[in-house]
């Protein structure tokens, strides 16, 4: 076999290889396209009718009082992707996703012990104030024909409920940090992280500050930095902002909510009970006026001027 038979045969494969991988992209992107298009949502649909279709026995215990959302993603370890859904409420409701370890029934150290010289046990409160969530995201496909890798989803997940309010509240925000950072340092290291200013100077002003917060974080850590020291390096670097940027990631594949939402025939049956209760009340206004006994004695009743001082007659 010659050298340029080789070298056709060789040129031939590397042809047929670029052939493949470009059909083969071109199918994964259309398949991609596809489960995208599925849950291509932005507050709609009504959630108890959309879950009813997923899941029956689930649907039968949402309430439209609780501001039921359902959210979609796509997700899984393998192409193409699984579809994942999960049920979000918006008001106050109670629940039993939070379970306490803590003994009620037993009375602490203080009240039991003899002793008052010496102080009391210390009691261990670990485990007291932690939540267990069991709403987790759960696949749109049925689990009996899955296979057994793929059908099972972490759909428990602990995290520390504290019992003070204030202390919740600053670990929201604290958490609302932590995605800020991580989200600045994964542009940085991409090099997406654009500068808004065309100065020479400004650019380098902003590119020296963006590298010595990112030094900050990863030398001290989270707390060596402050949130709004994050919000102005991202308010320079670039032009997408975070927070419109989550509360569109929020909207994306999400149903509209039940709070939102107005039941037609509540509506018909509250409308109906308005034109009956409004009808009745004329038409018992209608019958105590002819029912009046002295209707016709006031209709004929002759009616007298009353004289008063001022009355002036004959003139």
Known sequence: MSVKHIQDNSNQEIAARIIQRAWKTFLNVSIYQHFKSLIDLRRQGEPRQIVRYINPKEAQLLDAAAG????FRLGGVRFPPEIYY????????EDLCANSPRDYTKLPARYTSHNKDDPPQVEDNSGWYRR???NGWRPVSYRFWMPLESGVVDSTKESEFHFSKLKRKQDLEKKRKIKKIDWMRQMYYMGSLEAKATDN??????HKATKGLIKSIEDGGVDSVMEW?????LNWTNTLNFDEYIASWRETATSNSSANLKDVK???IQKSLRSNIYGDEAKQAEESLYDDSTYYENAYTKQFT???PDSMFGM
């Open 68 to 71: 039921v959302q359902v959210r």
């Open 86 to 93: 999960k049920i979000f409420t918006h008001r106050h409701i």
């Open 132 to 134: 267990v969530e069991n």
């Open 201 to 206: 100077e400004t650019l380098g002003l902003i």
């Open 229 to 233: 020291e994050v919000d102005e390096v």
């Open 266 to 268: 509540l509506q018909q």
């Open 306 to 308: 009353r004289l008063t």
